[in-house]
């Protein structure tokens, strides 16, 4: 295996876990905490602010779910992509079982009203058809529309869905000096997540971001009653994690870290 670079390209801005593996840029390993959150709930929110990291952790965990493991492994660079070490998760995976990622993000413009939110979603429901090779259905609400994706996809693959949606509550934020406008965005919103909770029997794992600094999501009930917390401690670890591997990646850059040993409360 070709040398690894004394020190790597920061991914600064880079959202895509893929461009930074198989482009060399500096990667902290926090696949452990995919493995730990895999075998524990299967309904996760995330609570943090801008530029945390939360959209590179959904990729990642698309990736995960999808199967990429090329993307985990060691590479030696032979097809033009950079050399890049093992991941925690290369081997701490089951990658024989590939799920169905169903992937929904509001992090891109600003929709001026509801009419806009509901043709924003129809367009990435589409999209996800498309990708998943299911056909996408023709119901008029876009709740029953995300309905029948979750469970064509669960059929087609045999494996229940995976649901990742990144910047859920930011519909409502944007319009946060607009109380009439934001309670509409927010109507639209708790139709479209109240399916989580109806197509529980479909869903294999949710995991949902948001910046809304709130104990609790501010739809948290549409959401399945296991999906309510905050991931207070745990994404506090994920924090720290990051910072403590920064400073070792000066002296080691290419060592990996141990899977996190989680408290039980």
């Keep these: 295996m070709a040398p690894l670079p004394a020190r790597r390209k920061l991914p600064i801005g880079i959202q895509s876990f893929r461009k930074i593996r198989e482009g060399g840029f500096y990667y902290v390993d926090k696949t452990p905490f995919i493995a730990a959150l895999a075998e524990g709930a299967n309904y ?4 943090r602010p801008r530029r945390f990291g939360k959209s590179l952790f959904l990729d990642t965990l698309a990736a ?5 493991r090329a993307l985990f492994t060691a590479h030696d660079g032979s097809d033009g992509t950079a050399p890049r070490p093992a991941l925690y998760l290369a081997d701490h995976w089951d990658w024989e079982q590939r799920y169905p990622v169903v992937r929904i993000s509001f992090g891109q ?7 806009e939110l509901d043709e924003a979603i129809a367009w990435q429901l589409e999209t996800n058809a498309a990708r998943l090779n299911v056909p996408i259905s023709q119901a008029h609400g876009i709740a029953e529309r995300f309905a029948d994706l979750i469970t064509a996809a669960a059929e087609a693959y045999r494996q229940r869905t995976v649901v990742l949606v990144d910047e859920y509550d930011k519909p409502i934020l944007d319009h946060i000096t607009r109380p009439d406008l934001a309670a509409a965005m927010r109507e639209r919103l708790r139709n479209f997540y109240s399916v989580l909770k109806e197509r529980d029997a479909d869903l294999h794992f949710v995991f949902l971001t948001g910046v809304s600094k709130t104990r609790s999501p501010p739809l948290a009930d549409r959401l399945p009653h296991h999906c309510r917390c905050p991931l207070g401690w745990r994404a506090h670890r994920v924090r ?10 000066r002296a080691q850059p290419s060592a990996n870290p141990r899977a996190p040993s989680f408290p039980s409360g």
Aim: hydrophobic share 40%; net charge positive.
């Design 44 to 47: 996760y929110f995330l609570s």
């Design 64 to 68: 995960a779910f999808a199967g990429e």
């Design 109 to 115: 413009g600003i929709r001026r009203f509801p009419e």
């Design 240 to 249: 720290a994690h990051a910072a403590q591997h920064r400073s070792a990646h």
